[in-house]
């Protein structure tokens, strides 16, 4: 806490301990900045009958003790916005609630000490741009004039950020629980909730020791206590504290409450100003997790006490950068929990298990900053039933269930601290508690090379070193090691065979009376198919925005099987659990029971061939189609598909029987061409291609029209979304995704990326990747619709600051009428 303490508070909401409601439209569980946020804004949206309850008092939590660091710009485009919110609330929040939330206009300079750091720097300019905030590279020389205590040594540049700020962020989750006590919400300290009330796969309301609490609705709010009472009605959260360390000095000469704070990225370490000193915390890389059993459960406004040997290489690295710190006397230590996840996203939105029941919790040391706009968009979720943002990078279904186990996410969060200040380059990969979840070709591909990447815990082969190169990622900006290898793959697949190892993807079985009944209620698309045919499909929300996709495979009058991307298995499985409650069908994840082979490419025809009987032929075997087939010794489901826009199969494979039949293929094809390939190729051929990633290029927010995939959408039958859906054909359409090629062969593209024209910003990169076919990076593009024309037009890309003309297009840029893998 800082500059005061938060025990002498003008606010006192229930100081008393007022009468506890037997009911209300919606209750909120903790009374942290989170909480409190989503509080005022469900009043701000007009909830009148709103309940927060805090076991202890207002921010006693994590929120009382943090660094109150305010930031506009982060990694993306939807958390920018998120931020940007943030700090304008903060600035007009004292003169709303009457509490001063000592929001100070400091903004903040960020410190690079190499030129990878610096072209991160780079790219974080760009995004500022696009939102229209404040941003300036500095050279070395000038950085003094901005902070003249530092030492600018080893220094490559800085940028400095004059919209950012600090605040005191204990007094931010009480001026917020104030604007929300005013604005009619109910607020009740000192009543620990002890259980989740629920009732036919729907939350009922909360127990608590004063009684049970009725609710419509519930949001789990309690930071890092979240996991732990979600994990009650089976709901999972996977967050886990660490500890999380500032120290502050007495007076410094020269340190003033408007100097911007400092970010000393490379060195783990921020500054600020504080009561006339400076505080230092730390961000290092090897961080020290905290189970919940561990901190005492009266822990209110609590600390763990010093541990100077801890912070001592933070320590120096701050005095190497703010010489003045090693004379300086250090006068507080503040040593408290933060919770944290395994993508160092935060969670939110409803969960999948328990209808209405919400979760915001995880912020990653990043609560002060997300609070305002982490509340007003769960405020919006939970009016609307469905995000009116794009949520896909922090919605609480992304996780494996399997990640909520804990000691797992006790070996991750050793990295989850560092890796916030840690250099964040393109497709890094967490190195802690890796190697959990494998394909049973694991082995298999890793003697043939595989450089491994994770999703979702799974071990994935990005992409293959040949022999002589070693299989680890060497990071960049521009083109990385992988980028000569996975241009073969890539070519394998567009000149002859490839084989991919897609095992990952979510596998789902319907069986029962009434599947169809059920999938035609979720899926965009007609699946009243006959047996074998295969539909993609989307799965709208009820707004019509695009939650999932995913292909259906009739395997049977009353049997299909649903295959929708490898993040997407836990929602993918609940979504139609919930969907189908009171009908006759069961659903069965038989994700692991299957390998899944792609074989695909030109000749995968001719290399299939060779190992089964079944007629391959077009005629015979048709895209879109499936079959039980034999392939070597073993037997497969073959579906007749491609994500890489070429003539292909996917083999299903039961798990016991995939090494036989990979070993089989990789024989057979070794005189064809056959080449391993993994994701890195997987994403180039399929962005050339134009497929869409849901999730990456287009989200919960996104209309199917809007996603350039309004054919996937049959209006005249009822499904999920569709009255939306019908709404959105008919409406003008601000924005469309468009393909995106870049006219200049050497550059890449990486996300997020401005799109311009006539020296306007018109869009974003949503996904890039280079295509080897096209010869220059090609991407998935969100633009506005008055710049896209019946042909090709001209524009612009910032690439962190380098203006490159590109060529976007409705229509795919290779292959566009899809002939090649239709044949
Ligand atoms: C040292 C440090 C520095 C930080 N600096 C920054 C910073 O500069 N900028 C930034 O953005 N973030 C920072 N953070 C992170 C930030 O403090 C957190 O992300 C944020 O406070 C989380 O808020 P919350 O509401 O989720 O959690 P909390 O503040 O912990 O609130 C949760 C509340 O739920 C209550 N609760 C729990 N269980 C129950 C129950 N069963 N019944 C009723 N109530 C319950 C708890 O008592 C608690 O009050 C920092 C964190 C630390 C530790």
């Not at 007009?46 to 305010?70: K, M, P």
């Not at 790219?123 to 070395?140: D, M, Q, S, V, W």
Request: glycine content about 10%; proline content about 5%.
């Amino acid at each position: 806490m800082l500059d005061d303490t938060i025990t002498a508070t003008s606010f006192t909401p229930d100081a008393s301990g007022g009468a506890l409601p037997s009911r209300a439209e919606v209750v909120i569980v903790g009374g942290g900045v989170i909480g409190s946020s989503i509080a005022y804004h469900l009043a701000g949206l007009g909830f009148n009958d709103v309940l927060l309850l805090e076991r202890a008092r207002i921010a006693s939590g994590t929120s009382w003790h943090a660094a109150g660091l305010v930031a506009r710009v982060r990694g993306s485009h939807p958390m920018t916005e998120l931020a940007n919110y943030g700090v304008d609330l903060y600035r007009g929040l004292a003169d709303e609630t009457g509490i001063d939330v000592h929001f100070r206009p400091t903004g903040s300079l960020t410190l690079a000490e190499n030129d990878g750091r610096m072209t991160e720097l780079r790219y974080a300019g760009a995004i500022a741009r696009h939102h229209g905030t404040e941003a300036y590279l500095l050279e070395p020389s000038a950085i003094p004039e901005v902070w003249p205590l530092i030492s600018t040594e080893g220094l490559v540049g800085a940028l400095l950020q004059p919209g950012d700020g600090t605040v005191n962020p204990g007094y931010a989750a009480l001026a917020l629980a104030k604007g929300a006590h005013d604005r009619g919400v109910t607020i009740r300290e000192g009543v620990p909730v002890s259980r989740l009330l629920t009732a036919d796969g729907a939350v009922t309301g909360v127990r608590s020791d004063r009684g049970d609490i009725e609710a419509g609705t519930v949001v789990l709010a309690c930071g890092l206590w979240t996991r732990d009472l979600a994990a009650t009605v089976g709901v999972p959260v996977p967050l886990y504290a660490a500890e999380h360390v500032h120290v502050s000095t007495e007076p410094i000469e020269g340190a003033h409450d408007l100097l911007p704070l400092v970010r000393g990225l490379d060195g783990s370490f921020y500054a600020r100003h504080h009561a006339g000193g400076l505080m230092i915390g730390a961000f290092e890389p090897n961080g020290r997790p905290r189970s919940t059993d561990s901190i005492p459960d009266a822990w209110a406004f609590g600390e763990f006490g010093p541990d100077w040997q801890h912070f001592a290489q933070t320590r120096a690295n701050a005095t190497r950068r703010i010489p003045s710190l090693q004379e300086a006397e250090f006068t507080r230590y503040l040593r408290a929990p933060e919770s944290f996840t395994p993508d160092v996203n935060f969670c939110l939105g409803e969960a999948a298990e328990i209808r209405n029941l919400y979760v915001a919790a995880g912020f990653n040391s990043q609560g002060i900053i997300y609070g305002p706009g982490a509340g007003r968009a769960l405020a919006e979720w939970i009016r609307e039933g469905a995000p009116t943002f794009d949520a896909s990078e922090v919605d609480v279904r992304r996780f494996a269930r399997t990640q909520s186990n804990a000691r797992y996410l006790h070996e991750r969060t050793k990295e989850a601290l560092g890796r916030l200040y840690a250099m964040h380059w393109p497709g890094l990969q967490a190195v802690t508690a890796r190697d959990v979840r494998r394909s049973p070709l694991y082995e298999r591909l890793a003697s043939a090379g595989a450089c491994f990447g994770e999703l979702a815990q799974w071990e994935r082969a990005n992409w293959f070193a040949p022999p002589g190169v070693e299989p680890v990622d060497r990071y960049s900006f521009g083109r990385q090691n992988w980028f000569p290898h996975a241009a073969e793959e890539h070519t394998a697949a567009r000149e002859a065979v490839a084989l991919f190892d897609l095992t990952s993807f979510a596998k789902i079985e319907m069986t029962g009376r009434d599947a169809l009944r059920l999938l035609q209620h979720v899926c965009t698309n007609d699946v009243d198919v006959p047996v074998g045919k295969v539909v993609y499909t989307l799965f709208l929300n009820g707004r019509g925005g695009i939650e999932n996709d995913g292909t259906v495979t009739r395997l049977g009058e009353d049997r299909y099987l649903v295959i929708t991307p490898t993040a997407t298995q836990h929602r993918t499985l609940e979504w139609l659990r919930s969907h189908g409650r009171g009908m006759s069908v069961s659903a069965a994840d038989v994700t692991s029971a299957a390998a899944t082979l792609a074989v695909m490419g030109p000749r995968s025809r001719e290399l299939l061939s060779r190992l089964t009987s079944t007629d391959l032929s077009n005629e015979a075997f048709p895209f879109f189609t499936s079959k039980e087939i034999q392939v070597g010794n073993a037997p497969a489901l073959a579906i007749r598909a491609s994500f890489v826009g070429e003539l292909g199969w996917e083999l299903y494979v039961p798990s016991e029987f995939a090494v036989h039949v990979y070993d089989a293929v990789v024989d057979a094809g070794a005189d064809l061409g056959l080449r391993h390939a993994g994701y890195q190729a997987l994403d180039s051929l399929r962005i050339e291609k134009g497929f869409v990633h849901i999730g990456h290029d287009v989200g919960p927010t996104d209309d199917p029209c809007t996603a350039g995939l309004g054919h996937v959408v049959t209006l005249d039958k009822e499904f999920i979304g569709v009255e939306a859906a019908r709404a959105a054909k008919e409406a003008p359409r601000p924005r469309r995704l468009v393909s995106l090629r870049l006219e200049e062969p050497e550059p890449v593209l990486l996300h997020g990326e401005s799109v311009i024209s006539d020296g306007r910003i018109v869009g974003a990169v949503m996904s890039g990747a280079y295509g080897h076919t096209l010869g220059a990076a090609a991407g998935l593009a969100m633009v506005e619709t008055s710049v896209i024309s019946d042909e090709e037009s001209t524009v612009q890309v910032d690439l962190a600051g380098a203006m490159v003309k590109a060529t976007i297009s409705r229509q795919a840029f290779y292959d566009p009428s899809g002939s090649r893998m239709r044949a």
